[in-house]
């Protein structure tokens, strides 16, 4: 039986440039025939993973992390077990594993990483310490991935290349990764997160600033820096969903750490503010709504809801507006392919969704709660 968790929330940003494209302009697209605002899946997914960590929901040792500098972090960690000088053995393990180091002492590619695999390659060059140290004749050159793995030890190889199965870190089992050149490794991610788009039409701004030298003269007229910075204002859609009982079994059957990750996930979604220029603008705002809806068919992106972009009225909110168009294609849609099990839980700051329409919270805990207590009772654990 198919089972799909599902946030909607709308979130409303004053001014801001929470994630900015090549040009430093705010991202956007286009939508409905019309230019919206936009934050990427990629930026929201690393704010959602680094809240996730502060909040501290995981244990540690399931968290992870998204680094070229591999080396760095097991020769901080083989210094611990006394081995302060751990750099041919630490690349002859990865290179057993099928990872390079380059020259710079970073790996050819970003690795993500749970901390569990991290700890996995240091304890495999602790315990195998002298067959890594073994001197290897290359003629003086540095060698290529191929012969940095011949040069391990066949039990060695086996061992490293069993390290990299996740080692249960929760971002790596919701978000997945891959690696080309090590499709064995890849881990499908659990979890689906879309572009954040604008529920209304926007256009784009400048803020021309001048900067003033604290240390000018009297004669001395004019700024001392001038330059300009594009932003916008927008609600924003945000959607995302995941698969329980994928997320599970990338677990390794672990269904309670599964429970951890979607609490951990449900708190995170909401709390999770891009960095981009905040120094600049402190848009810190959060949800005005936040829906939460378990589906047993497919799960639905409610995003057309916002097709035809929303108006702004002198009486209602956009969010307020927002929320109702979001309730309006929510019941068309499951009224046509629904499921009679589906069931919503939300927290609406604005009043406008149907008090009809599912369990109503009053804070963020409670709802993260009830996602909880009702993945639970629907994956039987």
């Known amino acids: 039986m198919s089972l799909f968790i599902e946030f909607h929330l709308i979130q409303n940003f004053a001014p801001s440039n929470l994630n900015r494209d090549d040009t430093g302009a705010p991202k956007d697209a286009i ?23 502060e909040l501290g929901t995981i244990p540690s040792a399931f968290g992870s992390v998204r680094t070229l500098k591999l080396k760095a972090l097991l020769q901080q960690r083989l210094t611990e077990l006394g081995h302060p000088e751990a750099g041919t053995q630490i690349e002859t ?35 195998h310490w002298d067959a890594l140290s073994a001197p290897v004749s290359d003629e003086g050159g540095k060698k290529t991935k191929k012969q940095a793995k011949a040069s391990a030890p066949p039990e060695i190889v086996k061992a490293a290349k069993s390290i990299l199965d996740g080692r249960k870190a929760v ?3 919701l978000f997945g990764r891959m690696l080309a050149d090590l499709p064995e490794v890849n881990q499908h991610a659990a979890c689906q997160v879309a572009h ?3 529920t209304h039409r926007v256009e784009r701004e400048f803020d021309y600033f001048t900067a003033v030298d604290d240390e000018g003269g009297i004669d001395e007229t004019g700024a001392g820096m001038i330059g300009q910075i594009e932003f916008n204002s927008a609600t924003f859609y945000r959607y ?21 990750g979607i609490a951990a996930f449900t708190e995170a979604m ?19 709504f936040i829906g939460v809806v378990f589906r ?47 069931i919503w839980g939300y927290l609406d700051l604005t009043g406008a ?29």
């Open 240 to 260: 995302a969903v995941i698969d329980p009982r994928k997320l599970a079994g990338n677990l390794k059957g672990d269904h309670e750490l599964a429970l951890k």
């Open 353 to 381: 969704w149907p008090e009809s329409k599912g369990v109503p919270h009053r804070t963020l805990q409670s709802l993260t709660d009830w996602v909880v207590e009702n993945a639970r009772a629907r994956l039987g654990v």
């Open 296 to 342: 047993h068919a497919s799960p639905f992106n409610l995003a057309n809801a916002f097709e035809k972009p929303v108006w702004p009225r002198p009486d209602r909110e956009l969010t307020s507006l927002s929320v109702e168009k979001l309730a309006e294609q929510e019941i068309a849609i499951a009224g046509a392919f629904g499921d009679g099990r589906d």
């Open 270 to 288: 909401a709390r999770a503010i891009p960095t981009g220029k905040q120094n600049t603008f402190a848009a810190h705002n959060p949800p005005s």
């Open 171 to 173: 971002d790596v089992a």
């Open 31 to 53: 939508f409905g025939g019309q230019r919206r605002a936009r934050v990427s899946s990629q930026c929201f997914k690393r704010a959602i993973r680094l809240k996730s960590a």
């Open 196 to 198: 954040a788009i604008s």
């Open 93 to 127: 393990a990865l290179a057993a594993a099928g990872l390079k180091v380059k020259d710079d002492g970073k790996t050819e590619y970003l690795l993500f990483l749970g901390q569990g695999e991290i700890e996995g390659f240091a304890e495999l060059i602790h315990t």
